[in-house]
């Protein structure tokens, strides 16, 4: 019975200290969430410039496309 009252009572002190941790944990998770959403955010508006810049690339070279085309046309 005694050495069932010290594991009992060594394992309540071992919750007590991971219960101390709980704010510390709850800040930390709030950190992360607000720096992971921050990082959907930039991600986000990284990948809307990179579709705008693709399909200006595209209008570009449509436009290249039809320049040669008009000169080689000329040309006969």
């Not at 050495?3 to 007590?16: A, I, K, P, S, Y």
């Amino acid at each position: 019975m005694a050495e069932e009252l010290v594991r009992l009572t060594n394992q309540n002190d071992e919750m007590e200290e991971m219960v101390k941790e709980i704010p510390k944990l709850k800040v930390q998770l709030k950190d992360l969430e607000q720096r992971h959403n921050t990082i959907l955010q930039m991600y986000g508006e990284k990948a809307e410039e990179a579709e705008e810049l693709r399909l200006d690339l595209e209008d570009v070279k449509n436009m290249y496309k039809t320049q040669i085309d008009e000169l080689l046309k000329n040309q006969k």
